[in-house]
């Protein structure tokens, strides 16, 4: 079992930035893609961005060329650099990592942008 704790979060104001963290521990070998989900209220949880152990990267439109995803060299820790931020990115934000086809989920983080 994997186990994700995600750091970060917070309030800032539109065009500013923050960076969130999550940490895996547990059974983390073999952890494949590794991920950021996001999910407002009254809305579906929808990808941000993922990355897979050998480096390629996934964004969502709406978050290309503003946020980056990154992952330490132990592959075990996975970063999501947000910049440029707009209210409409307000949302809970997720980890999420993936061993032999099982997703791992965090307990979440609230982000919010004011206007």
């Known amino acids: 079992q994997v186990q994700l704790v995600e750091s970060g979060g917070g309030l800032v104001q539109a065009v500013g930035s923050l960076r969130l963290s999550c940490a895996a521990s547990g059974s983390i070998a073999s952890i494949g893609t590794m991920g950021w989900f996001r999910q407002d209220q009254g809305k579906q949880r929808e990808l941000v961005a993922s990355?897979?152990?050998?480096?390629?990267?996934n964004y969502a439109d709406s978050v290309k060329d503003r946020f980056t995803i990154s992952r330490d060299n132990a592959k075990t820790t996975v970063y999501l650099q947000m910049n440029s931020l707009k209210p409409e990115d307000t949302a809970v934000y997720y980890c999420?990592?993936?061993?032999?086809?099982?997703?791992?989920w965090g307990q979440g983080v609230q982000v919010t942008v004011s206007s």
């Open positions: 999420n990592a993936n061993r032999w086809g099982y997703p791992s």
């Open positions: 990355i897979t152990q050998s480096g390629t990267t």
